[in-house]
T-cell receptor, first 114, second 111 residues
Framework: DVKVTQSSRYLVKRTGEKVFLECVQDMDHENMFWYRQDPGLGLRLIYFSYDVKMKEKGDIPEGYSVSREKKERFSLILESASTNQTSMYLC???FGTGLSETQYFGPGTRLLVL | QQQVKQSPQSLIVQKGGISIINCAYENTAFDYFPWYQQFPGKGPALLIAIRPDVSEKKEGRFTISFNKSAKQFSLHIMDSQPGDSATYFCAGWTSGSRLTFGEGTQLTVNP
């Protein structure tokens, strides 16, 4: 089974702190994604990556950056956390660019910024 | 801009009833439409998906109906069970592996 793990289930940070969210997948997937999930807004794509050291902006990249130094690991960085970044963050991975590829999600990290 | 609109936001159904969740999309570049199911404390997982060249896809109690001309699709859950209680997301997929999700529907099936 594909496994996507996220480093923390819950995080509490202060406004202005730098926050790192880590994601690791064990299936040698090419693609990795970061979403945030908010009630009534669904899942919104922050950034994604097709390959090591490659990154593409999603729909809401402002205030975030990402890093992919190894194929299995994709990090989301909040350079200076703000209260409006309080949310559930979901990482996902998929094999390639096939038409019917499936995205596999991690369990999520619930971030509270005070 | 929400390119996939989903309704209702929440739905309560009795055990054995039919659950229906509707989605409408704007982007005609979408060429694959998956539904994801999310249980509390878990990430979403693929439930069922359809391509726009077919009008219906059925897998067990779950059916997707697709209307290309209306740019609408829906998920029907027959004989709904308490174990189906979850949040459901529809999505549209474009080339480049991007999924655009709807707002989600929280389904509660009462025993």
């Amino acid at each position: 089974d594909v496994k996507v793990t996220q480093s923390s289930r819950y995080l509490v940070k202060r406004t202005g702190e730098k926050v790192f969210l880590e994601c690791v997948q064990d299936m040698d997937h090419e693609n990795m994604f970061w979403y945030r999930q908010d009630p009534g807004l669904g899942l919104r794509l922050i950034y994604f990556s097709y390959d090591v050291k490659m990154k593409e902006k999603g729909d809401i990249p402002e205030g975030y950056s990402v890093s992919r130094e190894k194929k299995e690991r994709f990090s989301l960085i909040l350079e200076s956390a703000s209260t409006n970044q309080t949310s559930m963050y979901l990482c996902a991975s998929s094999f390639g660019t096939g038409l019917s590829e499936t995205q596999y999600f991690g369990p999520g990290t619930r971030l509270l910024v005070l | 801009q929400q390119q996939v609109k989903q309704s209702p936001q929440s739905l309560i159904v009795q055990k054995g009833g039919i659950s229906i969740i509707n989605c409408a999309y704007e982007n005609t570049a979408f060429d694959y439409f998956p539904w994801y199911q999310q249980f509390p404390g878990k990430g979403p997982a693929l439930l069922i998906a359809i391509r726009p060249d077919v009008s219906e896809k059925k897998e067990g109690r779950f059916t997707i109906s697709f209307n290309k001309s209306a740019k609408q699709f829906s998920l029907h859950i027959m004989d709904s069970q308490p174990g189906d209680s979850a949040t459901y997301f529809c999505a549209g997929w474009t080339s480049g592996s991007r999924l655009t999700f709807g707002e989600g529907t929280q389904l509660t099936v009462n025993p």
